[in-house]
Every structure is written in C-alpha cells, then in structure tokens.
C-alpha cells in the first residue's frame, strides 16, 4: 500500500486528530468493529441513496495510534471477513490518485466525494513523497 494513501487517510478521517474517534478512541481511520471486538457506538454520516443520513456506527477502538495503523493496513492488505479481496484495486494501484479511487469503488468509505477529497490532502501537503518509487 502507498505510504501517502495511508497518511492521507488518517488525516481524512480523523480531521487532523480532532474527531471524537481518533483523539478519544485511537481509531484513526474510522474502522468499523468487529462483533468481538472492543467498540464505541458514535454518530457517523453515510451517503446511502444519493442523500446524507446520520447513523449510529459501531467503530474499533484502540489502545494507540499504532494499533490504529496496524489495523487499518491489515484491513487493506487481508480484506474483510466476509471478503479478503475486498481492497485489492487499492492494493495493485500504481499511484495514489488510482489508489484513492479505489477506495471507494472497493466500499471503504460512501462518500462520493472521498476520493477526490483525499487526493486534494495529497497534493496539498505533498505526501506522495512518502511513497516507494518501485
């Protein structure tokens, strides 16, 4: 996976480490929990049938950020229990911008705008420097 993708989306999701889930719950990637594991029930909004709706998720909580990252690349790189090669678009992407839109046509996020939004932090703060050129 791309060091950028992986930065970009901590700042994405956690607003810079100011939501509730990130700086109160570790979870810098707004990872939904598994039924065993440890969890909090917040407020999420979710585009569902082309409008915003707020929803109760149920999210991961961790003991550190690094937990926080640990999961969230196991998540990308083995799937989810239901589909290991749920992110595998994300996972053969050759750059960011590929790997952004993939994101969201792999179901990680519903926001329609998600991909365009990660790739404007990319850009902005020139993280695609943390990427392995192969």
């Given at each position: 996976?791309?060091?950028?993708?992986?930065?970009?989306?901590?700042?994405?999701?956690?607003?810079?480490?100011?939501?509730?889930?990130?700086?109160?719950?570790?979870?810098?990637?707004?990872?939904?929990a598994d039924a065993n594991q440890r969890s909090v029930l917040l407020p999420t909004k979710?585009?569902?049938?082309?409008?915003?709706?707020?929803?109760?998720?149920?999210?991961?909580?961790?003991?550190?950020?690094?937990?926080?990252?640990?999961?969230?690349?196991?998540?990308?790189?083995?799937?989810?229990?239901w589909n290991p090669q749920q992110y595998a678009h994300v996972l053969s992407a050759k750059?960011?911008?590929?790997?952004?839109?993939?994101?969201?046509?792999?179901?990680?996020?519903?926001?329609?705008?998600?991909?365009?939004?990660?790739?404007?932090?990319?850009?902005?703060?020139?993280?695609?420097?943390?990427?392995?050129?192969?």
């Amino acid at each position: 996976m791309l060091a950028s993708i992986s930065i970009g989306q901590a700042i994405l999701e956690s607003n810079w480490n100011s939501s509730d889930l990130a700086s109160q719950y570790h979870n810098l990637y707004g990872v939904k929990a598994d039924a065993n594991q440890r969890s909090v029930l917040l407020p999420t909004k979710e585009y569902e049938n082309g409008e915003w709706v707020t929803i109760n998720g149920r999210f991961a909580v961790y003991n550190s950020w690094q937990d926080s990252m640990h999961a969230h690349a196991k998540l990308l790189a083995h799937g989810t229990s239901w589909n290991p090669q749920q992110y595998a678009h994300v996972l053969s992407a050759k750059d960011y911008a590929t790997a952004a839109k993939a994101l969201t046509q792999d179901g990680y996020a519903t926001d329609p705008t998600y991909a365009q939004k990660l790739i404007e932090i990319i850009n902005t703060w020139h993280l695609n420097r943390f990427d392995r050129k192969t």
